[in-house]
Nanobody, 120 residues
């Protein structure tokens, strides 16, 4: 599976962005998908995930502001980010794995990352 993330950019505090992650291959629907992020000098952290049954999980820091969704017909997973804060600034990575939970060790395939910068 190859993953291509897009949609990052510069946005002001309180603004919105939608990230997309397009996957290659015919088995997209059989993978759990996740979004992780890594800020400068920090470890990569879980943001949100969606499993094969479209069950979703969110980090506490983004609950109520971010929404993950998937379109199996388009082999794409999305991350709608609203009410953005400066602390959301990071490189965002999408990933594919069998479980689709919050543990990055469960993911086998990673995209290249897309930078989100939230200005104060």
């Amino acid at each position: 599976v190859q993953l291509q993330a897009s949609g990052g950019g510069l946005v002001q505090t309180g603004g919105s962005l939608r990230l997309s992650c397009a996957a290659s291959g015919r088995t997209f629907s059989s993978y759990g998908m996740g979004w992780f992020r890594q800020a400068p000098g920090k470890e990569r952290e879980f943001v949100a995930s969606i499993n094969v049954l479209s069950g979703t999980y969110y980090a506490d820091s983004v609950k109520g502001r971010f929404t993950i969704s998937r379109d199996n017909g388009k082999n794409t997973v999305y991350l709608q980010m609203n009410k953005l804060k400066p602390e959301d600034t990071a490189v965002y990575y999408c990933a594919a794995g069998r479980l689709g939970g919050p543990d990055l060790r469960d993911y086998d395939y990673w995209g290249q990352g897309t930078l989100v910068t939230v200005s104060s």
